[in-house]
């Protein structure tokens, strides 16, 4: 690949951007980035390092590394604000948490709806009072200026959605989109879209002979897991906040869109309007996958509550899952040895 | 002849095949895993009376599987262990292995095949190092547990799953004088109760094959037994099961 996203270094890009610009921290796929792009303020979703030091004197031992090792992140590099969003208590709770524990000039917390169809009204007033909370910080963002800012996200979520078509055809590892998924949620709309487009063009095709897989889960921070699932299977589709939760477009150029948007991503947080279960088997058809993997973090609430729920549904229609468990540390020999016996079972 | 290697946290094993075991080998797994194997290798065609040339192929399995240098290829337990204790008593749909870094539950088909797998987690309680940590606080050999847990008149409840923390408790007993065989009791209902717990993710069929080095002890097996409320088998050499598995695999392919 000789594509310059595919070498991007993203600590170096956003070492040059600080000098230039604001810089917010968010942590979650309901974060409006948009409402921050028309602010010209940069949105970076944060992913920290598994050296866990300090957040542990701030954290109980049952909080998710995620939580850690952005609490770590903060603590250790502030940027100059963060945006939290009220998916889960630990996200919740760690809001409170990173307010007087890291130094910064904006601080707020967006609470969303349990279900979020039922309360577009609701969320559809809770980005304005976010907009007119980073206004205060910015300067007024016009509503031209907003349409203009969600119009350089959704071209690049179009994008973003023809890289996952290469990717069904088995065209692209999951590493490299993942790797373009964490560029996107670190740079410039603008400057993301340029890069995919010219990386689009370039990319090679691949020819994978291995199972077919549906990862599911949160996060992917390292991509350590990736790589090892992909010696043994071909990740055909994700259900991840870094992977196809980021895709769905905005439909109505407003904070309404933007509001109407959230009901279309999957996540076990937020009730939507249809199961998740009957929505993962349709993929796995739409797919072809010959079997599901669960990438959870360990004391993740959402994720796990919901995972037996998840696991029996698959189970009834005949589709084995493997569920494996990410901890602060990695363990790539103990997730090899699953993730390789998991292909086995399903080459028979 | 067909030749399988499986190199535990623990013990490193090898079986020889054709036709049927022709021998099996158990030695300690060292720090370098190349020389456990060569070792093993030398060990176990010298017990066979065979040249090396006479092996047609070799599969490797278990956590050291990607060091052994003659194997042909690599294979997990998983599907090792499903293989062999398929080929001793093609009756078994559910095996339970206990080794010494961890331990599994695999469901299988009439075919043998896997239908479905769970490991246990990080923590070492529930497998063989547990035992290993026990007997060295109860100064008793390893291998003198299970006859003296049979012994037990008195129920100790081990209430801790962290191997290191089990240890104190195991400690505390012995300061309030109570007796050696029923600490031992403890200990196995609790490596009992907590493989229980990760077998009950997948569906418990009989028949019900134990394997792994911890299968040779008998009260460890008597606990289990008593949790599962089922009958289990153990084959006559149970540590060998994977290496077995691997053998049959290198002929197959």
Known sequence: ???ALSTLDLQNYLGQKKKIMKIFAHFCSFTPE???HAAGILPVRIFGSHVIEKASAHLQSYCCSYAKRVLEEGLTRPLDGSVFVHSCDTMQRLSDIWGYSVKEEFHETLVLPVVIGAGIEYLTKELDRFRKRVEVFSGEISDNTLKESISIYNENRKLLQKLYERRKKGHISAVVVDKVMKATMTMLKQEHTALLEEFLEEVDPREYSHPRLILLGS??????????????????????????????????????????????????CRAVSVPRGPHILDKIKEYEADGVVLLLHKFCEPHLFEAVSIKNTLRENGYPCLQLELEDQPSPEQIRTRVQAFCEMLEG | MWCGIDIGAATAKLVLFENMVVSSTVIPSGFDTVKTAEELMERGVEKAGIHRRDIRGIVATGYGRNMVPMADRTVTEITCHARGAHYLDSQVRTIIDIGGQDSKAISLDASGKVKDFVMNDRCAAGTGRFLEVMARALEVELDELGDLSLRCRENVTISSTCTVFAESEVISYKNQGKKKEDIIAGVHEAIASRVLAMVHQIPIKEKIMVTGGVALNAGMIHALERKVEKEVEIPEDPQVVGALGAALLAKES
């Not at chain 1, 897991?225 to 990740?235: M, N, P, S």
């Not at chain 1, 906040?241 to 959230?262: F, H, K, M, N």
């Open chain 1, 1 to 3: 690949m000789k594509a």
């Open chain 1, 34 to 36: 948009e409402i921050l």
């Open chain 1, 219 to 268: 996060v992917t921070v390292d991509p350590y897991v990736l790589e090892i699932i992909e010696e043994y299977g071909q990740i055909s589709y994700d259900d991840l906040c870094t992977g196809s939760r980021y895709l769905p477009l905005v439909e109505e150029l407003s904070l309404r869109g933007i509001a109407q948007r959230y009901q279309s991503m999957w996540c076990p």
